[in-house]
């Protein structure tokens, strides 16, 4: 295991960096926060045409074929830029299960498309009363048809086709077709639009590889793990900026201990939440033994990492922090949204306790 990114992936991360802070600055992500999609058809296009949309994916299928860990650096940038729009949505998402799941006939497609630029897509998994766990879903299909509601699903207005999880397998359906209603739901980060979406014998095209569903969500989840890691190193960059500006009894707050000492929580929060998130990338990527596993502990560190920190940023930044014209509470929004997406803190401590278990028992039998 390499413990230091390559060349080609600094570059990656640098040039990603420098794209957010051009093309989708922070008046730009204000802009697109105040529209009903937070979608930019000509921002969408500049993103593939620099590869972002097919980053994962086989070349095969028009996609750049690089690897998991490349896909985190790049998601690491987007939360950092509080990227609005269905990024996260379509490529780290519903592109990785249809990558997972599909057959080669369905992702040359529907995937292809999507590395192109020239679709997007979303998954559709909670329902009411359920969990991030595949065994409470509810809904089912009948004869490549399918019914029920979804909650919660990102993007959905955007999305050209929408990947329906259920309990016999997991469908594609044309988002726009017949069958299909898409109601907004109010949702805390204004750049992550959250939809219903009622679904009443919706013709729908059941994917593969079901089974890949699994793997198509730990990808996702380390992706988000990411993009919280970035949202967390720029609210402790306007934050450190803010300690330095600010003066208290003739001299910058960042000179008063306790000030320092949350500065330097924010930090190790941040530093600690990015390891465990680019040990998961690696982890998938090598398809290494404990995969699910580290995904989960990415994932429910950033979860509370990424609250406490969005806390401790408006405690520095005291009143500053509250007003619409100041930046932090964006970032915390978006941790907050992020936080319960793809199974909470508490979720992910619990399948790392069954998967532990699982381990035991399977090398107990094995004794």
């Not at 922070?26 to 993103?47: F, G, H, Q």
């Not at 896909?71 to 998402?93: C, D, H, K, Q, W």
């Not at 970035?230 to 609210?235: A, E, I, L, P, S």
């Not at 040990?279 to 033994?289: I, M, N, R, V």
């Amino acid at each position: 295991m390499q413990f230091g990114l390559s060349e080609s992936q600094q570059l990656l991360k640098d040039n990603a960096r420098k794209f957010f802070a051009g093309e989708c600055p922070m008046t730009e992500v204000r802009r697109l926060m105040e529209t009903e999609t937070a979608y930019d058809a000509a921002l969408w296009s500049k993103m593939a045409e620099q590869g972002y949309t097919g980053i994962i994916f086989p070349e095969e299928h028009d996609g750049v074929g690089l690897g998991t860990v490349e896909l985190i650096l790049l998601m690491e940038e987007a939360g950092r830029a509080l990227l609005p729009g269905p990024l996260f949505s379509t490529v780290a998402l519903a592109g990785a299960v249809l990558n997972e799941a599909g057959s080669a006939e369905q992702k040359r497609k529907y995937l292809a498309p999507i590395c192109r630029g020239e679709a997007r897509a979303t998954l559709a998994f909670l329902e009411a009363g359920a969990s991030w766990n595949s065994a409470d879903l509810k809904l089912e299909s009948s004869g490549g048809s399918v019914s029920g509601e979804k909650l919660f699903v990102t993007d959905a207005a955007s999305a050209d086709c929408v990947l329906v999880a259920a309990r016999d397998g997991v469908f594609l359906v044309q988002a726009r077709g017949s069958g299909v209603a898409i109601q907004p739901m109010t949702g805390m980060d204004a750049t992550r639009k959250l939809y219903a979406v009622r679904f009443q014998n919706a013709p729908a095209e059941k994917l593969a590889h079901p089974e890949g569903l699994a793997r198509g969500l730990d990808i996702a989840a380390a992706a988000l793990s990411a993009e919280l890691v970035g949202g967390m190193q720029r609210t402790l960059e306007l934050t450190v900026e803010y300690a330095k500006a600010r003066k208290q009894f003739g001299k910058p707050i960042g000179m008063f201990q306790a000030v320092q000492h949350q500065c330097a929580d924010m930090f190790l929060e941040t530093e600690s939440a990015r390891s465990a998130a680019y040990y998961a990338a690696w982890a998938l990527a090598e398809k290494s033994p404990d995969a699910a596993e580290a995904v989960s502990i990415a994932k429910l560190y950033a979860s509370d990492a990424a609250r406490t920190v969005g806390n401790r940023g408006i405690q520095v930044h005291g009143g500053m922090g509250f007003t619409w014209e100041n930046d932090v509470h964006l970032y915390y929004r978006r941790a907050k949204a992020s936080e319960t997406a793809l199974g909470d803190a508490a979720f992910h401590r619990e399948r790392v306790a069954r998967l532990v278990i699982d381990a035991e028992s399977s090398l107990a039998k094995c004794t």
